[in-house]
């Protein structure tokens, strides 16, 4: 198999975002005063929205995937998890053992890599291509849960 590693460049993105004043962040944090109730409709809301950063064109690195990984109660991990997962080890946290979730946390996190394999390549590759501007507002298409869309949420439209 090719090595496809080597073209991985996680800030290489299929497009340049469109937005000058756009964010450039690593995470987003709310902090309520008070508890708050969110509705499974809000919670879907947010997910998609969350899900529509992740998978746009400028969010893509070119040569790999990004995508919303896993939602739900924020967990903690020991510190040798921690480790093996690549991520900054909580000196709190206790030294091993099963992760622990705060379930007071709603907690989103994307994953990104480099393409596996060629035919993985292939085929992500095919399915950009097939996405072009929105017939509506001629905005950039990307692909969600229930198919392309724009950044103004112009759903399914047919592509040029
Ligand atoms: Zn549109």
Same mark, same amino acid.
Request: with cysteine; glycine share 10%; proline share 10%.
């Given at each position: 198999?090719d090595d496809l !590693?080597? /073209?991985y ?5 299929? *497009?340049?975002? @469109?937005?000058?004043?756009a964010?450039?962040?690593s995470?987003?944090e ?19 929205l ?8 400028w969010n893509e690195?070119?040569e790999?995937v990004?995508w919303?990984?896993s939602?739900?109660?924020?967990p903690k991990? !020991?510190? /040798?998890d921690?480790?093996?997962l690549?991520k *900054?080890?909580? @000196?709190?946290a206790?030294l ?11 907690h989103f996190e994307t994953?990104?890599r ?8 292939d ?6 291509e ?5 017939s509506?507002?001629?905005e950039p298409?990307?692909m969600?849960?229930s198919?392309?869309?724009?950044k103004n949420?112009h759903?399914?439209a047919?592509t040029?």
């Open positions: 198999m !590693s080597e /073209a460049d996680p800030n290489q993105r299929v *497009a340049e975002c @469109p937005d000058e004043d964010s450039n962040l995470r987003i709310v902090d309520f005063a008070i508890p708050v109730y969110v509705t499974r409709e809000q919670s879907r809301r947010l997910g998609n969350i899900e529509e950063i992740t998978k746009s064109p690195p070119k790999g990004h919303l990984a939602v739900g109660s924020k991990f !020991s510190q /040798a921690a480790l093996f690549g *900054a080890p909580d @000196p709190n206790p091993d053992g099963e992760p622990e979730f705060d379930h007071d946390v709603l994953f990104a480099e393409f596996v394999a060629t035919r993985e390549r085929r992500v590759l095919r399915q950009r097939g996405l072009g501007l929105c509506d507002c001629n298409q990307f969600t849960p198919g392309p869309t724009c949420g759903g399914g047919p040029k």
